[in-house]
Nanobody, 121 residues
Framework: QVQLVESGGGLVHAGGSLRLSCKAS????????GAWYRQTPGRQREWVAS???????NYADSVKGRFAISRDNAENTVYLQMNSLKPEDTAVYYC???????????????WGQGTQVTVSS
């Protein structure tokens, strides 16, 4: 099964920025809806942002105005630009997307393994 691979996580000081990337583990035909979630130990996975195939975006209130989700359809990649980071943004960030492996494949939802983002105060 095709998986998504996240990259771009790391350690940053409060107020800093990071850009996360999410790409399929093998060539695919298309990504439809893409989204980012995050999770901290002992808590449920939390939705952060999503983008549909037409480009419309939605954000959780906690990140609105600071994070920006985008996509590169030619590269089948979804990004999450995170600015003005706060210590409470510290989490493992997961990418999920509805993809088509080929032009005739049915849509399938897949997830990545996650990337750690740590924001120090």
């Amino acid at each position: 099964q095709v998986q998504l691979v996240e990259s771009g996580g790391g350690l940053v000081h409060a107020g800093g920025s990071l850009r996360l990337s999410c790409k399929a583990s093998e060539p695919i035909f298309s990504i439809n809806t893409g989204a980012w979630y995050r999770q901290t130990p002992g808590r449920q996975r939390e939705w952060v942002a999503s983008i549909v195939s037409g480009g419309a975006t939605n954000y959780a209130d906690s990140v609105k105005g600071r994070f920006a989700i985008s996509r590169d359809n030619a590269e089948n990649t979804v990004y999450l630009q995170m600015n003005s980071l706060k210590p409470e943004d510290t989490a493992v960030y997961y990418c999920t997307a509805e993809i088509r492996r080929t032009v005739s494949s049915r849509k399938q939802t897949t997830w990545g393994q996650g990337t750690q983002v740590t924001v120090s105060s």
